[in-house]
């Protein structure tokens, strides 16, 4: 069967303001809750909303940073919905003039770019959080409801259907959490839900009868990158089995106004149809009467484009360029904003971006992925500064310790916190690299094993190995084994 998969994604990203986007409620994470509401955020009648300023900073600095055009004159409109997590039973939000529009994110899928168009992004505020007795709202005994979400502010970004598998599609959502993160207008957490994800997925199949797409479904709330992709792998294959189940809907059905609402069950690994409906929900929306419309002038907004940082693709061409470093490497340092300033400020401290980048890639790495998927959090939350790793590299780079002495103690000062230099001499970890040391040692092995050294001079050089390997078993790993290795060849000619 010859098909094509479409993907479409609309994120929505918690903005990290102090305050909300009408109100001056903390937007803290993780407290009691219903302490951090207002009669604002509340939606009790006689209110009314102010902008945060702040908001429509980090929503511009996004759409910039995500290549869009940058509205002059933008508007709120009431976006009707009845659902307890809204007070209000409406959703401010924007729709058919948002803040911004027509970016494009690149991404790079097997080594080969590809662009992924963003549609629209704009300012939105965030529901608060229902608890369900039951599965659902829908035939529990009792819900409870958390307003200390209600009111922060959200972008809500969407892509075209640019995305054309769900590999594709979890690869632009972690493109999207790095330029995010690296501009700090959102942390990103998808587990915390301060990024969620929602997919929209159809095929295009093309056989002897013609092309023909399948309904488009829209899969809901995904709370984590690999959710992401799985769910839409499943999808793909229901919508395919289907397909050659059923085959095309009978002549003169028209689906092209149906749009089903899906589900994400993680612990089953499939997929569910919540409603199935002939019209797109109908949200009667209207501008909102208490809110002025936002004017910006492009003064401002070349304000706000200057003040934005180095962009993940600017900083990767950068670290090529000024670093030497290959593609890929260059790539994966600049994945996170924290990474690439560990590894710039360590190579500035020890002066040998080679080596800092093969210990950030490798060893840094696999420490921090058994903190989780996030590097960017694990290591936020280490104590692997630049200065301490440097303190540590310098040692090796210096052969006052060897590599394995130094693998082991990055583990531990990713345990403990302590400095390398604490490790070194509480362990005694510190290389043997005197000669006069060495001289004695070298001697009396050499002399302890006169068939291997026979073998030596009779042109069996790989010998050599286990001469050393002697040095350092009586040294318990610390002999400098270069400097062992050119004693005993030096001795032996
Ligand atoms: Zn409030
Ligand atoms: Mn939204």
Redesign the pocket.
């Known amino acids: 069967m010859n098909y094509e998969t479409i993907i479409g994604l609309?994120v929505?990203a918690e903005l990290l303001t102090a305050s909300k986007l009408w109100c001056g409620c903390s937007t803290a994470f993780g407290n009691e809750p219903n302490t951090q509401v207002c009669p604002i955020c509340l939606g009790l009648p006689g209110t009314l909303p102010v902008l945060n300023e702040k908001a429509v900073e980090y929503a511009v600095k996004a759409g910039l940073a995500l290549g869009c055009r940058i509205a002059e004159w933008s508007r709120f409109d009431r976006k009707q919905y009845f659902y307890p997590d809204l007070p209000k039973a409406y959703q401010i939000?924007q729709y058919d003039l948002p803040l911004c529009r027509e970016g494009r994110v690149v991404i790079t899928v097997d080594g080969l770019s590809r662009e992924v168009g963003i549609l629209r992004v704009h300012l939105?505020e965030e529901a608060g959080k229902l608890v369900h007795s039951g599965e659902s709202l829908h035939g529990s005994e009792y819900s409870l409801v958390d307003y200390n979400r209600g009111g922060i502010p959200?972008i809500?970004i969407v892509t075209a259907p640019d995305l054309r598998s769900p590999e594709e599609a979890r690869i632009f959502l972690e493109r999207l959490r790095t330029v995010l993160r690296y501009i700090g207008v959102s942390d990103c957490k998808m587990e915390e839900g301060s990024l969620r994800c929602d997919a929209n997925v159809n095929l295009r199949i093309k056989d002897e009868e013609g092309e023909y797409r399948t309904p488009i479904v829209e899969i809901k709330n995904l709370n984590s990158f690999r959710a992401v992709e799985r769910a839409l792998t499943y999808e793909v294959r229901r919508q395919v089995d289907e397909f050659m189940e059923k085959g095309r809907p009978p002549a003169g059905t028209d689906l092209s106004r149906t749009k089903v609402t899906a589900g994400w069950n993680e612990a089953l690994g499939r997929t569910y149809v919540q409603r199935q409906k002939e019209l797109a929900d109908d949200y009667r929306y209207f501008p909102d009467p208490d809110l002025p419309p936002v004017v910006l002038s492009s003064e401002q907004v070349e304000k706000w484009r200057a003040e934005l940082p180095e962009l993940p693709e600017e900083k990767e061409s950068r670290f090529r360029r000024e670093y030497g470093l290959p593609a890929y490497d260059a790539a994966v340092l600049t994945a996170s904003r924290a990474v690439a300033d560990l590894f710039e400020e360590t190579a500035r401290l020890t002066g040998d971006a080679k080596m800092v980048s093969n210990w950030v890639m490798g060893e840094v790495f696999r420490l921090l992925k058994g903190a989780g998927d996030d590097l960017e959090q694990a290591l936020r939350h280490c104590s692997i500064t630049p200065a301490a790793l440097a303190e540590l590299l310098l040692f090796v780079k210096n052969e006052r310790i060897n590599a394995n002495s130094g693998k082991e103690v990055l583990e531990e000062m990713y345990r403990t916190g302590k400095a390398a230099t604490q490790i070194i001499a509480e362990k005694g970890l510190e290389q043997i690299s005197g000669r006069d040391q060495l001289a004695g040692l070298v001697a009396e092995v050499i002399a302890a094993h006169p068939g291997v050294v026979e073998d030596i001079k009779n042109g069996k050089k790989a010998a050599i190995g286990f001469l050393v390997g002697q040095v350092m078993k009586a040294t318990k790993g610390k002999a400098n084994p270069k400097l062992v290795n050119e004693l005993i060849t030096q001795s032996l000619s």
């Open positions: 609309e929505h939000s939105e959200l809500e």
